[in-house]
């Protein structure tokens, strides 16, 4: 293709490849034209417009395939609309004489239909351009038109339409000629000519008055006539043209009005006639009036469903306002249309036809109105139900005789009963909780009518008002209770009244099924009265035979549907359902006999329904309790269920004996009793297997049934792709629910409440908005093949033999539609069976078993039918599948190859075609290898069959099937696969959709084969590609929406293989277009693909979007119809969520939003907050409908005549999907409040966004930038416009929106005013948002929701003034009353765990508000806590800077409410512990519940509890150690506290307690509770619980109770901290870790204590014993420390684990492994520093818990680890500060080497050796080393120094460590950094004056004379920094003690040189005033020094000065100059010395 890039075809190119690549070739360069055109330069264009021309109109007589011609003429129309348009009309002549040739032949067919094509497209693009030679073309086309084939009818009329639309108006004269030639193509035998007909007439209509006037009624009757025999896309063309001609007359397009006087329509004309289709379909009104009256032949069911489609469409087109205007009028029209008799002349028309009127309500009542306008619906349709309420009343009452006519009445009523409660219910469970004013307004009265239908005589009617109230509740949870209550009250008060005790069991029944769907549940007590209702009515059934039989039915419906409720309920009524079924049935064999010879027909009707009803109720228990299906209950359970099976033998006979009518009855018993044995496991009716497949068999081969009944299973069992082949893709249409009417297996579509009342409270099935069982005998079909399919597989080979012998012996039985239907039965159980026999792993069975099969399978793959010979191909792989022996494959294969390779008949070629497909499918492509090649070349011949676009299909179909299961095995066929693939896109014509929709496939899957090789540059691969492109683009430009997202999904493969050469910029626009769509499958596929796209390119996508819809708002692509307004592309989606219904498009429109904020939202943070507000801030109050953009003026007009009549008003024919968006629904704006919250989650990266003065200032920088923080106030009005919705879950996503912004915004400070935070100015909006979730009829989950903020708002600290945090601070106590109300509260209308829950929050939010307060009543005391409370709490609640708050005043919020609360939080702590034992200690949980939870609910409570345990555990952990446990808690005691709160520890339990009693149990639950959670946090337990835990348990030691207590308990301690040292395992952030050593500390510390009160007992008592002190302490005499039971052992071993992770290089392993580098240390990370400093100190503490022999026995390991901290940690710092885990380790060494302990004679050597060896380490870390340039001298230094020190005693006269150090001390003197030599004098300072001379004298010895040297250099290099100059002041200060040490008699040397050393340092007089500030400190310095000596040593002095007259001299004069100075400063002098004594340098530490 590169070859053709110019302009130009190149023809040389095109001459040199083979022919069958032209095709390809010549489309290629047509799609590059096409591109090229639109951007090129009009005077190159002119250029080669001649040649161009040439070369296209050659192309026209070249036979080219459909897409090119297509492509030929739009590129032919384009360049003469760029170039000169003067050869136009020769083109043009040339056309239309090849449309006039009259050669015939099929060769010639192709030029003619370019030729069409190009005229279509001529007019299309330049109109009225061309002039007058309109008329010739019509007529040419028109003569074309009646001799042409289906194929060129179809692209004739098309080519009309487009003519049309080019034209317009100017057209009229040939309107008429059009109209009557297209008419009579309406009911053409083709479909796709009666849609291209369609199409051309809805193109006419926009000009063609006459059609909407004066033809209206014919068009009318054609289009009816037009839907007769249709498919799908005719229905959806057809009806497309019907419902706008209808809304044009009632509403005519402006223009046209005004050019003729028209007559419109009325209303009632209008749906008069749509209603004729209706109800009497194409016969129209010419039929004789004799038929008429008898009622001939029903409406066929596709004129119905078109019609039905059509007046969807007119209504949409007319908008959503109309519908608004004339609601009541189209209400009543559409429930007139289900009260016709013609519309219910048998029961399954009825239900037809009630479909058809749902569908039209739903699609329109449900997408065109807002929330408003559907409330205002909502009660139009509750007047509509209670006038025919009315109605009926007074026909039931009506006791005289004209109730005749009123029957028929009654039974008309019911059906419009059950479509407009059916859609009542769908209403109000769409708007939800915003339906809660339809609700409550009196004068509707919604619940008072829907109860009142539930007497309505009709069964239909009752059902929907009990599926409508469910829906209400659903909707509206509180009214679920007040529901059940009502309806349970009416059932005792009308028990006589057998519709009374029927419609009010029904309603009890459909809300207790609705239960599951609403969170919170109803009271347990409930369940009681269900039971006592059912069982009364039970037991009165056979008191009063009026009522028996509804009275049997209500009692077991009622029990069935309490077994919805599930386990936690039913439990407790087992043993009585389990009694009241074993007596339901006869007990024995002989009572079964016995029961036969009794009884009447009526009392057998009673017995049969009863025992249908009880298995029913058997089946709800094992659906819905399986965790209650014991062994037991299962063998309990079976004893009826076989007596069931025994009697089903016995019926017919009763039947026989009785009456027919008793059959319905014995059915519906079947069908229950298949049903329940389905769910329970096989094993346990073995033995009632024969029997059981009898009556199976029978069942489904229609044995004793005349009736040819289909299962409508089938199509469920073949395989979901092979729905082109049946045509069930129809289900993913939005048509669905009407479309199913059309399938043809019996009933299907007729799903209706009363086939099967059970279902009113099972689950509904997925994708049902309401459930619809099949009609009875369907149903127990259905249930017979899955029954079979269940038990097939446990069935002996014998008995599977005589089946399937059985089967073909009824096959062959049967003849005609008869056969058809045994047959579609008898493969949906083989299915089923097979299925059955894969997922048990089972095999089919021995070789006659297989042969039998086959032989059935087999001959159905030549069925005429084409189900059957799907199911057959599928039965065939199935097979393959449980066989799997390679043999028996390869002889099905080989039977398919010889037959595909002979037949010719199409039946017997799709069939086995497919079984090869299939086989390939169930086998895989490594079991079917062999047989690849054959297959694929079969299948590539077939696919060529142009003869029959059948066989096509289905051949294609299974090519695509192989290539999806060979996997890359197929690699080798690709390249002539997609060869033929190509082909056949560019040849076989549009109107087979399906052989383009199999393309697809194949083109798919060869996609995915090739896989990422796709990326490649190879040539193959290139070519590869290419053609995969090239095969999309031919796709995506079909006309059929199937095929498009078809290639929609090809693209979406290639995109994920080859990102890189998907060309987005035409793919995204392509896709936006397609969101618009009418076609569900295509919106479901360019969403997808978006959702695909927007994972890695969110921002092009946008960007693509936005220049789509720019390009058509500057018209360049008037004909794309868009939405996407300045909110691009998310706003569209965002609009899309409100209109779709469909599950999984939802969900992908979700995915993709949330794509593109997580890339996009932070950049375009305005755009995306603009758009989450635009959604939230449509509330419900705003906007009922839909505003048209179209104003449609009434009257007629002023401004018609200055239009031009192209741009007259098309408000009317846009596609209907282009309306505009109804305001957000409550769904939508849920969505967006989670947006909101994901928005402000996604800007924490960057802390600008949450700093207000950062933000100012960069938008100053940045105008555009844009930061979070400025949108503050935005943020806030959103989550307060959430949080106070009628909508319950907007109200929770509001009010988590709102936690989120007050945890991220706290803290932020307020430029303008400091010491206050921005958030200060929304107090008012927080608690206005707060308020309304606290009042009394707010949900539990949205208070416990707001306790959780108000607490976060409290404790934020954001309000300093404690009157404006009272009004929040009330609605805590207010709900804390709440609490202590105790169990047993007012009226409850929810579960006793949503009143736990709502508890719960209120105890945590208390707890969390008290912890806060403390934390800052403790700051404020701010006595410096122990050294880890300086760790910030970032886990913690938000730091508050103490001094924001007076310190005690939160604490004085909760002072008045510590008391009663302490008491529920350990209330609630014992629950939480007792919930949290093991099953196996089930027994001991109290029987009557906790405080705050029942025993019914105790699995939902458990959540509740696992959610609010920590905070309260930190409360209680403060309370009791800042009360010392609840000491004198007694005293005062309280009676609020909960009336039924159990086993408190308080209140009277406390009396009987001592106090210490109390302590130890205290302390056994906060440590129970702590240990259990520790021991294995779960991981999604959030980690604030782990913090909240360890602050809790720190808090706790720190009480001296506590203290005591655990240092007792030995063990409890070692098991505290092994738990400790697991949970480091695990978790791994630093905060955790500092915790946890915070513990241990407090662990240590207490044992210690102990052990120092035990030590000084201890002395008291032995006094007279010399060493009382040896035996205590761990390690006794031996020294041994026992694992598991030692304390310091256990904490060693986690303080070891945390050095190690921190500091790796101290575990020696890691410097052995050879992989190690040895690596610099690293400094440590400010959180690591300090938790290595904490373990450091912890550590240095446990030898002294150690007896003598026990510390012996760690030290070593002790000092290894502190000499390695040391080595590890000192790291230089910039400002030489001491790392903190250095100090700490200085600390310890010094702690150790002067602990008492190592003063025991016993082990001087030991200790003697240790502290050496450890110097020597010391000493070696310390060597000077090129690998650590950055070593901390000084630190080493000090550590040597303390050594020196400490431990003198064992040092003296050690020369290899005396020699180490000096020469350490050596190094530092001649260091060059000035700072270590200043420190380096000072630690010698120390040393030279220890007072054991025996350490010191060597040192001074070795080290002063290298000190004097440095010195006396001073003079040389004076000092130029003031460190420098420190240095040197050191090192004197050392020299003068050296000289204070010193003897008398060595004085006067040791003087001498200080003094000349001093006097160097003095500068002359002329030099002072200019030298340096340090060089005079150094004179100044030197100078006082001398004239403080001279006085201290006189003689010495006076010598010294005297024997050097120049020393003397430099003296004086420097003296003289001093005295001067300080005379003129003399003030200045006194206030301020000059010398500062004292060392400048201080340690943060003194060690010394």
Not at 803 to 824: N, P, S, T, Y
Not at 1588 to 1616: G, K, N
Not at 1747 to 1768: D, H, N, Q
Request: net charge neutral; aromatic share 6%.
């Amino acid at each position: 293709m590169e070859l053709a890039h110019s302009l130009l075809l190149n023809e040389d190119a095109l001459a040199q490849i083979t022919e069958a690549k032209r095709p390809v070739f010549i489309f290629e360069w047509l799609r590059f034209l096409d591109k090229v055109l639109a951007a090129a330069n009009r005077v190159d264009v002119k250029e080669m417009q001649k040649k161009l021309v040439e070369q296209l109109t050659g192309l026209i007589s070249s036979a080219l395939g459909p897409p090119t011609r297509k492509l030929l003429a739009k590129n032919l129309a384009a360049l003469y609309s760029i170039g000169d348009t003067f050869t136009v009309f020769q083109t043009l002549d040339k056309c239309n004489e090849i449309i006039k040739s009259k050669d015939d032949t099929p060769a010639y067919l192709p030029t003619k239909l370019a030729a069409v094509a190009c005229v279509g497209a001529f007019y299309e693009k330049m109109g009225r351009m061309l002039g007058s030679s309109f008329p010739d073309t019509f007529n040419n086309l028109l003569k074309a038109l009646k001799s042409a084939e289906s194929q060129g009818r179809g692209e004739i009329l098309l080519s009309l339409q487009k003519v049309l639309r080019g034209l317009g108006g100017a057209a009229a004269s040939c309107h008429r000629d059009i109209y009557k030639n297209a008419r009579s193509l309406l009911t053409d035998r083709s479909m796709a000519v009666r849609c291209a007909v369609a199409k051309c007439l809805l193109e006419l209509q926009n000009e063609a008055v006459f059609m909407w006037t004066t033809e209206l009624e014919n068009v009318a009757t054609l289009c009816f006539k037009a839907l007769e025999g249709s498919n799908y896309g005719v229905r959806v063309a057809v009806a497309k043209l019907l419902g706008t001609v209808m809304a044009t007359a009632l509403m005519p397009k402006q223009a046209a009005v005004m050019r003729q006087n028209v007559k419109r329509a009325t209303l009632e004309e209008v749906l008069e006639l749509m209603a004729t289709g209706f109800l009497r379909g194409g016969s129209g009104f010419l039929k004789s009036g004799g038929e008429m009256l008898k009622g001939g032949g029903s409406v066929s069911r596709e004129v119905r469903v078109g019609v039905t489609q059509a007046y969807v469409v007119f209504v949409t087109t007319l908008g959503g306002q109309w519908l608004e205007r004339n609601f009541a009028t189209f209400l009543s029209h559409v429930l007139d249309l289900v009260s016709h008799p013609r519309a219910t002349q048998t029961h399954v028309e009825a239900v037809y036809s009630r479909r058809c009127v749902s569908f039209m309500l739903r699609a329109t009542l449900g997408g065109l109105l807002g929330e408003k306008a559907q409330i205002a619906a909502g009660k139009d349709i509750c007047q509509a139900i209670s006038k025919q309420m009315r109605a009926v009343e007074a026909v039931v009452n009506d006791i005289s005789g004209e109730s005749k006519a009123g029957a028929s009445d009654v039974s008309a009523s019911q059906h419009v009963m059950v479509c407009a409660l059916k859609e009542l219910g769908s209403l109000v469970q769409s708007l939800s909780a915003t339906a809660s004013p339809l609700i409550q307004e009196p004068s509707v009265g919604l619940l008072e009518t829907v109860t009142s239908v539930l007497l309505h005589p009709s069964m239909a009617a009752r059902l929907a008002a009990a599926w409508c109230l469910r829906c209400v509740a659903v909707a509206l949870p509180y009214q679920l209770t007040p529901l059940l209550d009502r309806c349970s009250e009416r059932i005792n008060n009308l028990k006589t009244s057998p519709e009374a005790v029927s419609g009010y069991s029904f309603a009890m029944a459909a809300l207790l099924g609705g239960v599951h769907q609403s969170p919170l549940g109803i009271p347990h007590s409930k369940g009681k009265l269900v039971v006592s209702i059912a069982e009364d009515l039970l037991r009165t059934a056979a008191q009063n035979s009026r009522l028996s039989l509804q009275r049997t039915q209500a009692g077991w419906l009622l029990l069935g549907a309490l077994m919805a409720l599930g386990p936690s309920l039913v439990r407790y009524h087992l043993p009585k359902m389990l009694l009241l079924w074993r007596n339901v049935f006869p007990r024995s064999q002989k009572e079964l006999e016995a029961e036969k010879a009794r009884g009447d027909s009526f009392t057998w009707q009673v017995t049969l329904e009863g025992r249908a009803g009880a298995l029913c109720a058997m089946r709800s228990f094992v659906a819905h309790c399986p965790e209650l299906l014991t062994e037991d209950v299962i063998r309990r359970l079976m004893s009826p269920i076989e007596c069931a099976m025994t009697m089903m033998s016995h019926v017919p006979a009763i039947i026989k004996v009785h009456g027919a009518h008793l059959k319905a009855s014995a059915a519906m018993v079947r069908l229950r009793l298949y049903d329940i044995l389905a769910l329970l496991p096989p094993k346990t009716y073995e033995g009632s297997f024969n029997a059981l497949l009898r009556e199976l068999v029978a069942e489904f081969t229609l044995t004793d049934n005349s009736a040819n009944t289909t299962a409508s299973l089938l199509r469920s069992l073949c395989h979901y792709d092979d729905s082109v082949l049946m045509g069930s893709w129809l289900q993913e249409t939005d048509h669905k629910s009407i479309e199913d009417q059309l399938q043809p297996n019996s009933a299907s579509g007729s799903g209706a409440l009363e086939h099967d009342p059970s279902s009113i409270y099972l689950r509904v099935p997925s994708g049902e908005a309401i459930p619809g069982p099949l009609p009875l005998g369907v149903s127990v079909i259905d249930a017979s093949v899955a029954l079979f399919g269940v038990v097939f597989p446990h069935v002996s080979f014998k008995h599977r033999l005589q089946m399937l012998d059985h089967f073909a012996e009824c096959v062959k039985q049967a003849k005609g539609v008869r056969q058809q239907a045994v047959q579609l039965n008898i493969f949906t159980a083989v299915l089923s069976a097979l299925k059955g026999l894969a997922e048990n792993k089972s095999t089919l069975g021995p070789e006659e078993v297989r042969k039998s099969a086959l032989a059935l399978v087999m001959g159905a793959l030549d069925n005429p039918n084409p189900i059957l010979r799907c199911a057959a191909g599928e039965a065939l792989g199935r097979m393959a599948q449980v066989v799997g022996e390679a043999t028996f494959i390869a002889r099905m294969a080989q039977t398919s190859f010889d037959k595909l390779k002979s037949a010719r008949d199409v039946v017997s070629r799709t069939g086995h075609s497919l079984a090869l497909g299939c086989l390939h499918r169930y086998v895989g492509g490594i079991g079917s290898g062999q047989h690849l090649k054959t297959s694929v070349s079969i299948l590539l011949a077939l696919a060529q069959d142009g003869s029959s676009h059948e066989v096509q299909t289905w051949a294609l179909h299974s090519l695509a099937l192989i290539v999806d299961s060979s996997g890359p095995m197929y690699r080798g066929y690709v390249e002539p696969t997609l060869s033929l693939v190509l082909t056949l896109l560019l040849t076989v014509p549009p109107s087979h959709t399906e052989v383009h929709q199999c393309l697809g496939r194949c083109l798919g899957a060869l996609i995915t084969t090739v896989g990422p090789e796709l990326q490649g540059n190879g040539a193959t691969i290139s070519t590869i590609r290419s053609s995969c492109l090239v095969g999309c683009a031919l796709m995506q430009d079909h006309s059929d929406s199937l095929v498009q997202a078809a290639a929609i999904s090809c693209l979406q493969q290639l995109h994920m293989f080859a990102p890189r050469h998907v060309n987005l910029s035409s793919l995204v626009p392509c896709l936006c277009v397609h969101l618009c769509s009418s076609h569900l499958l295509l919106r479901r596929a360019a969403v997808a693909c978006l959702r695909q796209l927007a994972q890695r390119e969110a921002a092009e996508v946008c960007e693509y979007a936005m220049s789509l819809a720019k390009r058509a708002g500057d018209g360049k692509d008037a004909a794309v119809n868009l939405n996407i307004t300045e909110t691009g592309l998310e706003g569209v989606l965002f609009g899309m969520l409100d209109r779709e219904t469909d599950r999984k498009l939802c969900s992908d429109i979700h995915d993709t939003l949330g794509h593109m904020l997580s890339s996009l939202a932070v950049e375009k943070l305005s755009h995306w907050l603009k758009l989450c507000k635009d959604v939230l801030a449509a509330t419900t109050d705003v906007g009922g409908a839909v505003v048209f953009e179209v104003e449609i003026d009434e009257e007629g007009s002023e401004k018609k005549d200055e239009m031009d009549d192209d741009t007259m008003f098309t408000g009317l024919g846009e596609d209907d999907k282009s309306k505009p968006s109804v305001a957000p629904r409550w769904v939508t704006r849920v969505f967006a409040a989670d947006c909101l919250c994901r928005i402000i989650l996604q800007c924490e990266n960057d802390k600008a966004h949450f700093d207000l003065a950062a933000a100012r200032s960069a938008k100053a920088k940045n105008p555009k930038g844009d930061l979070l923080v400025l949108h503050l106030s935005d943020l806030i009005r959103m989550a307060f416009m959430a949080a106070t919705d009628h909508s319950n879950q907007l109200r929770m996503a509001g009010l988590q929106a709102l936690e989120d912004i007050i945890k991220k915004f706290a803290s932020v400070p307020e430029p303008e005013f400091p010491g206050h935070v921005i958030l200060e100015q929304y107090q008012a909006n927080v608690g206005a948002a707060l308020r309304p979730a606290f009042s009394p009829d707010t949900p539990s989950d949205i208070t416990a929701k707001a306790c959780q903020v108000c607490s976060t708002w409290i404790g934020s600290g954001v309000v300093s003034d404690l009157n404006d945090l009272r009004r929040v601070h009330n609605l805590l106590v207010s709900s804390l009353d709440k609490v202590q109300a105790g169990k047993g509260s007012s009226s409850q209308l929810y579960s006793e765990s949503a009143t736990t829950m709502e508890k719960l929050a209120v105890l945590k939010a208390w707890a969390e508000v008290y912890v806060v307060s403390m934390k800052i009543k403790r700051e404020a005391e701010s006595k410096p806590a122990k050294p880890v409370r300086s760790a910030e709490d970032e886990e913690d609640e938000e730091d508050l800077g103490s001094g924001v708050l007076p310190p005690d005043s939160l604490i004085t919020l909760v002072q008045p409410e510590l008391l009663s609360l302490s008491r529920l939080w350990l209330a609630m702590l014992q629950d939480y512990a007792l919930l949290t034992l093991p099953a196996e200690f089930s027994s001991q949980l109290p029987p009557e519940g906790g405080a705050f939870y029942t025993p019914e609910t105790i699995d939902t409570a458990r959540l509740h509890y696992r959610s609010s345990w920590a905070p309260v555990l930190h409360a209680v952990a403060l309370w009791l150690s800042s009360t010392g446990f609840g000491a004198g808690e007694e005293k005062d005691e309280v009676p609020s506290v909960p009336s039924k709160v159990p086993a408190l520890p308080s209140g009277a339990s406390f009396s009987s307690k001592t106090f210490e009693e109390s302590v130890e149990d205290r302390m056994h639950l906060m440590l129970g509770v702590s240990i259990e959670f520790l021991c294995f946090p779960r991981p999604e337990e959030p980690i604030e619980h782990v913090m909240s835990c360890l602050q809790a348990l720190f808090t706790l030691l720190e009480s001296p109770c506590a203290q005591t207590h655990i240092a007792h308990d030995q063990l409890l301690a070692v098991e505290l901290l092994n738990v400790l040292h697991r949970l480091l395992l695990t978790r791994d952030p630093p905060a955790v870790q500092l915790w946890v050593t915070a513990v241990v500390q407090e662990v240590i510390r207490a044992a210690m204590d102990h052990l120092q009160q035990q030590r000084t007992s201890r002395v008291k008592e032995e006094e007279d014993e010399n060493n009382p002190q040896s035996i205590l302490g761990e390690g006794g005499d031996t020294g041994e420390l026992v694992p598991g039971k030692s304390l310091v052992f256990a904490a060693m071993e986690l303080l070891v684990f945390i050095l190690v992770r921190h500091l790796p290089h101290l575990n020696t392993r890691v410097k052995e492994s050879p992989s190690h580098a040895p690596l610099r240390p690293q400094k440590l990370p400010e959180e690591s520093a300090r938790l290595v400093a904490n373990t450091v100190s912890i550590l240095v503490e446990l030898p002294s818990l150690c007896s003598p022999a026990g510390s012996m026995t760690i030290l070593p390991t002790v000092l290894f680890l502190i000499t390695g901290v040391v080595r590890e940690t000192a790291v230089r710092t910039a400002d030489n500060a001491v790392p903190v885990p250095v100090s700490a380790a200085l600390q310890g060494i010094k702690t150790i080497l002067t602990s008492p302990l190592v003063r025991m004679d016993s082990m001087q050597t030991e200790w003697t050796g240790l502290v050496r060896s450890s110097l020597a380490s010391v000493l070696e870390h310390s060597q000077p080393d090129e690998s650590r340039p950055d070593m901390d001298d000084v630190s080493m230094l000090t550590a040597i120094a303390l050594f020196l020190l400490s431990a003198s005693n064992e040092l003296v006269g050690v020369t290899v460590l005396q020699k180490g150090c000096m020469g350490r001390f050596r190094n530092a003197l001649n260091s060059i950094d000035p700072w270590v030599q200043a420190r380096c004098y000072q630690l010698l300072l120390s040393v030279f004056q220890h007072t054991s001379r025996a350490l010191s004298t060597p040192y001074i010895h070795a080290l002063a004379p290298l000190i004097v040297e440095k010195l006396k250099a001073v003079e040389r290099s004076r000092p130029g920094t003031a460190a420098e100059l420190q240095a040197v002041q050191e090192g004197i200060r050392v020299l003068e003690n050296l000289v204070g040490m010193g003897e008398e008699q060595n004085r006067v040397q040791l003087l001498a040189l200080l003094v000349s050393t001093l006097v160097s340092y003095l500068l002359d007089d002329n030099v002072i005033s200019s030298a340096p500030q340090v060089s005079k400190g150094l004179h100044d310095f030197a100078l006082q020094n001398l004239m403080r000596i001279g006085p201290l040593y006189p003689a010495a002095f006076k010598m010294v000065v005297g024997a050097v007259p120049e020393l003397k001299i430099r003296l004086e004069s420097a003296v003289r100059a001093n005295q001067a100075s300080s005379r003129a400063k003399a003030a200045a002098r006194l206030a301020q010395p000059t010398v500062q004594t004292a060392p400048t340098i201080k340690l943060k530490t003194s060690f010394f």
